[in-house]
């Protein structure tokens, strides 16, 4: 026989706890009606804090909007050096911003030669924003602006620092050139030879692999004796398969053999003939 079901009883809320509860806020209407000026002060204090948030806020992004505009017209002045110093007044702008302005402006400033103000804003940007993406280029410019200077140990130390630091940058992928430029300035012409042929592999098709080809043409014709080893590789003998087998009714043909072709020589002429023997740094930065 199936058994009736009891029914489960609900537990009463205790009439004391709902008194208690609703008198909480009770208490809480009490205390504004018999204190209206403390809780007009609180709630003003509140709405105040809110208030100034939301403004701070505002200013803030006006403040962006004021900076990014300042800085869009100070790019469209014509003069470098004009450009460089607008650019130098929004070096306090938005935190966003602050990293561009500085690079821009060291670039703008190497440009116009003013070689001081490109060299403090290049060693800000290194110092303030390592992990900024054209950082590596201003770092570079460093290199630049010391090789200018004909101080080329210190040059030579900044184009490795921009390996060393940022070696998966795009401007670390060039800095065999500006390396080997240095040490042939420095009479360190095996160092040279070794920069600009890794250039080469580290930059194929590149218009920087053609500079390296051409500063290592250049040291070839004046100094043949840093590719003595080089020539002097013995040819890989032809295979047997690859020779055509003689026969008696063969002769000696009348023709003389053609001349080996001169090392250095060229079909194309050097990007860099006609200059020094080492070429100086670009006259702005790219």
Known sequence: MAKKRRRKRVKAQPVEQVVETKSDFAALAD?????????????AFIIGCAAIGIFYRLHSLAKVRS?????????????????????????QAAETLAPEVLY?????????????????????LRDNYPDYEHTPDGVEGLGFIAENAADYETALAVYNEVVERWPGSFAAK??????????E?????????????????????????????????KLRAKHPELFAEE??????????????????QETASDEAPSPAPQHGASADTSPLQGQSESAG??????
């Open 31 to 43: 205390y504004v009606k018999q204190n209206p000026v403390v809780s007009a002060v609180v709630a």
């Open 281 to 286: 740094p670009p006259e702005s930065l790219q």
């Open 231 to 248: 020539d002097a590789a013995p040819l890989e003998p032809e295979s047997e398969l690859d020779a055509a087998p003689e026969t008696p």
């Open 174 to 183: 060039r800095q065999n050139n500006n390396i080997g430029r240095c040490c």
């Open 67 to 91: 900076s990014a505009t300042a800085y869009a017209r100070a790019l469209d002045l014509e003069d470098a050096a004009l450009r460089a110093a607008e650019l130098e007044s929004l070096t």
């Open 104 to 124: 821009m402006m060291g670039e703008n400033a190497f440009e116009a030669s003013d070689y001081d103000k490109a060299k403090a804003a290049f060693e800000q």
């Open 185 to 217: 300035r420095l009479a360190r012409l095996d160092k040279a030879v070794a920069a600009y042929q890794s250039q080469q592999t580290a930059f194929p098709g590149s218009a920087e692999e053609r500079y390296a080809q051409a500063a290592l043409e």
